[in-house]
């Protein structure tokens, strides 16, 4: 079991609501990631982080954002939802492996998001 | 863009047989990962493959790597109903993970 934990695993929300997706990890972990998932879909990595006060926006364009104050927390805001926000959002960890490249990654449980 | 493409889409194979699927990409990677998701759940790791690998064995999983092809392949073993999920490459390029859209593999009792 990866000790990596995604909250909440299900929501459903009205438009113009802002909520936080909340991923939490205790391996220590530097490198963590957001990816979003549709069914049936490829990822696509919205945000990644390095380390505490490094982010990065990664390959997909997404209107949400993210903050990395502690090495294991890396929460997700959207200011205002929207039903194109309807997705599954997973989260990542991984070490630093520094010119090995990128190592395993582990993955939360998700947390799929509705907006009517 | 770097994700990998896997092939083929979906698979329905027999408790018992083997399972393959193949994994394309666009450009030079430092490494090719293997992943398995149960419906609704997250990512679980199966296998790393490095650039300069061209074979790896992992229990009843056996991936190879052909560089100059840019392709991998994924075989599952004597598969059992357990083995039912989707399964994806990532590929590592730029120290950052790209995924393709998966296969789904479905094992019959």
């Known amino acids: 079991e990866a000790d990596i934990y995604q909250t909440p695993r299900y929501l459903v929300i009205g438009t113009g609501k802002k909520i936080t997706l909340e991923c939490s990890q205790t391996m220590g972990h530097d490198k963590m990631y957001w990816y979003q998932q549709d069914p049936g879909m490829e990822l696509h990595l919205i945000h990644y982080?390095?380390?505490?006060?490094?982010?990065e926006k990664g390959d997909l364009s997404s209107e949400s954002t993210v903050s990395r104050i502690r090495t294991e927390h890396f929460p997700l805001t959207l200011e205002s939802a929207r039903p194109s926000h309807t997705s599954q959002y997973l989260c990542?960890?991984?070490?630093?492996?520094?010119?090995?490249?990128?190592?395993?990654?582990?993955f939360g449980e998700g947390s799929r998001l509705t907006v009517l | 863009s770097q994700q990998g493409e896997e092939d083929p889409q979906a698979l329905s194979i027999q408790e018992g047989e083997n399972a393959t699927m193949n994994c394309s990409y666009k450009t030079s990677i430092n490494n090719l990962q293997w992943y398995r998701q149960n419906s609704g759940r997250g990512l679980v790791h199966l296998i790393l493959?490095?650039?300069?690998?061209r074979e790896k064995h992992s229990g009843r999983l056996r991936v190879t790597l052909d560089t100059s092809k840019k392709s991998s392949s994924l075989l599952i073993t004597a598969s059992r109903a357990a083995d039912t999920a989707s399964y994806f490459c990532?590929?590592?390029?730029?120290?950052?993970?790209?995924f393709g859209a998966g296969t789904t593999v479905t094992v019959r009792a």
């Open positions: 990542a960890s991984s070490e630093s492996r520094g010119s090995l490249g990128t190592g395993e990654l582990f």
């Open positions: 982080s390095y380390g505490v006060n490094s982010t």
């Open positions: 990532a590929t590592d390029h730029d120290y950052k993970l790209s």
């Open positions: 493959i490095r650039s300069n690998e």
